[in-house]
């Protein structure tokens, strides 16, 4: 199982030193692959706190061109120099709220995967799109879209997260099989695009609402190979406590 902890905005550089340091002592290694996805200010410190640890670093955005005259922006390479080793791109909240467009999503994942960054690429249907049955639908365009352009087996270093939009922090999940028919969806679109071997390869994580109470029976759901995680992680208790919960 791949566990993915999105801290979002919402711890300075000291409350990171702090979390991990609550973290550590109860991380089981070996059990899981954990990533943590931290703000650009923690970067430095938390690739220090974590060596040997078996969590890896991650960001949560990067530029969507190399480097230059973007004020303001990170680069795929700056963030690999501060120990990224993953970089989420195409979350929603960046899609809706920095109006993010397919085109530049495209370019991102081109830019980690060339500098080295492993890509958490997030896809999800909206409330309106699943009220229209537009699910599917969705998730090909967004596949097809973010994917556009890259060799098979540049997909050894793509996780795809199922997060439908209406999902995440709303305290509600789909049922067991929706999730389960809406990554089978997206491994049919992997296998037309690129191959069955590629389809059956690539990781794809749930994630929306994921807490203690309901991350083991997510986890358990066929095709789901790990969550993806933001409220839950947030204090370093709790998300230690889900960590040992998911079975491995
Ligand atoms: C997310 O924002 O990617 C997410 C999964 O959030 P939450 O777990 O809070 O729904």
């Avoid at 199982?1 to 711890?11: D, H």
């Avoid at 690739?47 to 230059?68: H, P, R, V, Y």
């Avoid at 993010?100 to 492993?118: D, Q, T, W, Y």
Wanted: proline content about 2%; overall charge positive; charged content about 25%.
């Amino acid at each position: 199982m791949i566990i993915i902890g999105n801290i979002k905005m919402n711890k300075t550089n000291t409350q990171v030193k702090d979390y991990i340091m609550k973290l550590l002592p109860r991380y089981e290694q070996g059990k899981h692959e954990t990533i943590l996805c931290l703000p650009y200010t923690s970067l430095t410190t938390a690739k220090f706190l974590l060596e040997g640890s078996g969590i890896m670093l991650g960001a949560q955005n990067l530029c969507d061109e190399e480097a230059g005259k973007n004020t303001g922006e990170i680069s795929g390479e700056m963030l690999h120099d501060c120990g990224a080793g993953y970089v989420i791109v195409g979350h929603s909240e960046r899609r809706a709220k920095y109006k993010e467009n397919a085109k530049s999503i495209n370019k991102k994942i081109k830019i980690a995967l060339k500098n080295r960054l492993k890509v958490v690429f997030c896809v999800g249907e909206s409330l309106a799109e699943k009220n229209l049955l537009k699910t599917f639908e969705t998730l090909k365009t967004q596949i097809e879209d973010g994917l556009k352009g890259l060799y098979e087996n540049e997909l050894e270093n793509i996780i795809i997260a199922y997060e439908p939009v209406w999902a995440i922090g709303s305290g509600k999940t789909p049922l067991s099989k929706e999730i389960e028919a809406s990554i089978k969806a997206i491994r049919k679109v992997i296998a037309n695009d690129f191959s069955d071997k590629a389809a059956q390869k690539i990781e794809i994580l749930y994630g929306g609402s994921v807490d203690n109470k309901n991350c083991s029976s997510i986890a358990k759901i066929k095709e789901v190979n790990g969550l993806l995680i933001g409220g839950a992680c947030l204090d370093a208790i709790n998300f230690s406590q889900l960590i040992k919960d998911v079975k491995a």
